[in-house]
């Protein structure tokens, strides 16, 4: 996967937006909520031998005649996962959601990776972890090449620790709204891109249609006229909305958007509209 | 109508399949969507009655079956089939002899009698040039009368049905399924002819055809003479140009005569091997000019056989014909003649001498007592011998012999000779008639005429194709 040179320029201005104190096992710019030897105050302890005289406060030694030392917290750097759906609805568009997810994730985990993160692709089979800016060209590659399976509430649900967690899918598949809410109570920033192809936004279908479902091979047979469209439009305006709804409800983050916009209007005017990227 | 390929009607099996096509069409069309879950919650409902027939549909399946129609069709070879008359192929040989030169309307009202519709070719028999139609002479020739055969035998070769227009009838009798049809524009001639014109002696000599008046111009004086059959009149030792011309008459090829001396000065050409000593010799003689083409005086063959270019004077070096058999050289000896004069025998070192295959009219050297060299007749000199370049053209004798030769051939070329005299026989004109008659001409063959409508059937097909694309766009809008 590819960017050209002026997208990597206006995207390295921007960061991922931080919302919640989420903890990254590495060092990094961000507060984090272990100790570290950050300038942001955490908390007082006790001296124990070994401590750094340094770090004593001797204006609470005046007042309670105890060392304690100074604890900060440790700037970390953030951790995220990039939950990309690569079910069979992913396939539509031009170019596909898939595509289009791909480099979204490669996007996103290009600034995490590229500020010291911890980046971890949930495409494939087996997660795959990328570490550091040392560890970009081969994250670029697995979201270009990593050939997609498993259903994405499944890989929701093998999410441990906490950080950031972006999916990417287009929200048919029906496990996918207890998978999140399970992440979202557990501390993790959830981030929505919500991805609809154009088809899905304008059906192209009229007069008597035999409509199968991509995933499950499910049909219904329905006469396709102006009022069916018009309802099918309602009815997704309804989807839309209940993902968005449900997104505000725990913290998230949600765009929506159609996999034909410019990628560089989806980055750069789309997620930084949202506050996903600053 | 017919068709070429009538088994290509079974592509109207086709037809069925576009039934059955369209039957299948109307089944409902498959879509796949990522879900179908918002599709399960739209209740289906009975389309309208003018969605199921929509008379659009009807047309379209209505058009595909005609251009398949076309299309078949038009594989068939569809043609349209007439039997018309056949234009006949007519060779019309025109006699371009001299004499037919006040004859043109006559021709021309003749064969306006031939049928344009008929395919014509039209051959003169004097240059043999061949043209569609009849357009008047494009060559009349004017000096000798002209033998109709070859044009005739031509015209045999292009048809069946031969027209030949002359004044006279021709000694030429058809090929087997050959049709001569015989015109004649002969009639009297108001015409009096120079048929004869000379000078010898110092005299002019003139001869008509019938007694008239004729007007001689020598130099910058004219002399009319009185009327007379034959004309004799004294020629200034310094003339050397008369003109003789009678009163314009109907013919007037045959007016004028113009009698000419010729200059002193001889032609030479050449034809054969080349041959540098003899080349030498010529152009080392102020008597002689070498040309190339043209018309010489005198022509020398060297090597070749006996036909080909010719001229008043001709010497055949070791030809190719004409030699019975070839041998080294005996005694040569030289006979006493104006050819042979300072030539020395004992000059002639030759290789080998041939032994000549026809009587000499006067031999000119022998070897071992039989010639070799000699003047076969007037103008025509043969030599066979072969000789080395460091033989008889090292000695004298051999610049001698041709200067000899070329004073031989200077002898004539200082004499009168006329120009424009027609042969006698051109000043008599044909008298018999015998018109065109087109209904001698053989029928003409019933030709069948097919006109193929293949493509109109492919045009037609796309056509149909382009309609049904449009009402198939429209109904896709």
């Known amino acids: ?278 | 109508m017919n068709f070429l390929h009538p088994a290509a009607f079974a592509g109207l099996a086709s037809l069925l399949v576009l039934i059955l096509l369209s039957l299948w069409r109307q089944r409902p069309a498959t879509g796949i969507v990522p879900s179908v879950r918002l599709w399960e919650r739209i209740p289906d409902r009975l389309p309208p009655v003018r969605a199921l027939r929509r008379p659009r549909a009807s047309l379209s399946l209505l058009l595909q079956m005609v251009v398949a129609t076309a299309l078949v069709v038009a594989l068939a070879g569809p043609g349209i089939v007439r039997h018309q008359p056949a234009p006949r192929r007519i060779a019309v040989v025109v006699d371009s002899s001299a004499y037919m030169a006040p004859r043109t309307n006559d021709v021309g009202r003749e064969l306006s009698k031939l049928d344009s519709s008929d395919d014509i070719l039209t051959i003169e028999s004097g240059s043999l040039r061949r043209s569609e139609g009849w357009h008047g002479y494009h060559e009349l020739s004017m000096a000798s009368v002209v033998d109709p055969g070859p044009a005739l035998d031509l015209a045999a070769s292009e048809a069946t049905e031969i027209v030949y227009v002359s004044d006279r009838r021709a000694s030429w009798s058809p090929p087997p399924g050959v049709s001569l049809h015989l015109v004649l524009v002969g009639g009297p001639l108001d015409n009096t002819g120079i048929v004869d014109a000379g000078v010898e002696d110092g005299k002019l000599f003139l001869r008509l055809s019938r007694s008239a008046e004729v007007e001689v111009a020598i130099g910058n004086s004219a002399v009319k003479r009185p009327p007379a059959i034959f004309h004799l009149m004294e020629v200034p030792t310094d003339a050397t140009r008369i003109t003789a011309s009678l009163a314009p008459d109907a013919f007037t090829a045959d007016d004028r005569v113009e009698v000419e001396r010729s200059e002193g000065r001889v032609d030479v050409g050449f034809s054969g091997r080349p041959d540098a000593s003899i080349l030498a010799a010529i152009e080392s003689n102020p008597a002689a000019r070498v040309v190339r083409g043209g018309a010489p005086r005198l022509l020398i063959r060297i090597g070749e056989g006996r036909g080909g270019a010719s001229a008043p004077v001709v010497v055949d070096v070791d030809p190719r014909e004409g030699v019975a058999t070839w041998s080294a050289p005996g005694e040569i000896s030289v006979a006493p003649h104006e050819l042979t004069e300072k030539v020395e025998a004992e000059d002639m070192k030759l290789t080998e001498v041939g032994t000549l295959g026809e009587p000499a009219e006067t031999p000119l050297m022998f070897s071992g007592g039989k010639p070799f060299a000699a003047l076969l007749k007037r103008g025509e000199i043969v030599i066979a011998a072969k000789y080395a370049s460091a033989g008889w053209p090292a000695r004298p004798s051999f610049p001698i012999f041709w200067a000899n030769v070329l004073r031989y051939a200077a002898s004539g070329a200082g004499a009168w000779s006329a120009k424009g005299l027609l042969d006698e026989t051109a000043s008599r004109p044909g008298l018999e008639r015998m018109a065109l008659d087109p209904g001698k001409f053989q029928a003409r063959p019933l030709a069948t005429l097919r006109t193929d409508l293949s493509g109109a059937s492919i045009a037609l097909a796309a056509l149909l194709l382009a309609v049904l694309w449009f009402f198939e766009s429209r109904g896709r809008e």
């Open chain 1, 1 to 278: 996967m590819v960017f050209d040179s002026a997208f990597l320029k206006r995207l390295e201005a921007l960061r991922v937006a931080v919302r919640r104190v989420v903890g990254g096992p590495r060092e990094g710019e961000r507060p984090g909520v272990r100790r570290g030897g950050s300038s942001v105050f955490h908390s007082y302890r006790s001296y124990a031998q070994g401590d750094d005289f340094r770090s004593i406060d001797w204006s609470l030694y005046a007042r309670l005649e105890s060392l304690f030392v100074r604890e900060r917290t440790r700037d970390e750097a953030p951790s995220l996962h990039v939950v990309v759906d690569a079910s069979p609805s992913m396939a539509f568009g031009a170019p596909t959601k898939l595509e289009l997810a791909r480099r979204l994730g490669a996007a996103l985990g290009f600034l995490v990776a590229g500020e010291g993160g911890d980046v971890t692709l949930w495409l494939g089979a087996k997660p795959r972890l990328f570490r550091g800016p040392g560890s970009v060209p081969g994250l670029l590659e697995a979201m270009a090449s990593e050939e997609g399976t498993g259903r994405p509430a499944d890989s929701l649900a093998r999410i441990t620790g906490r950080g950031l967690v972006v999916v990417a899918s287009d929200f048919w598949d029906e496990g996918l709204d207890a998978a999140m809410s399970s992440l979202a109570g557990g501390g993790h920033q959830l981030t929505l891109l919500h991805l609809l192809a154009r088809e899905e936004l304008d059906p192209p279908l009229r007069g008597r249609v035999r409509i199968a479902d991509s995933e499950s091979g499910v049909a219904v047979t329905r006469f396709v006229a102006d009022e069916e469209i018009a309802r099918y439009r309602e009815l997704l305006e309804e989807h839309v909305h209940g993902w968005r709804a449900w997104a505000m409800k725990r913290e998230a983050s949600y765009v929506r958007c159609a996999s034909d916009v410019p990628f560089d209007e989806v980055c750069l005017v789309y997620l930084r509209g949202e506050g996903v990227l600053e």
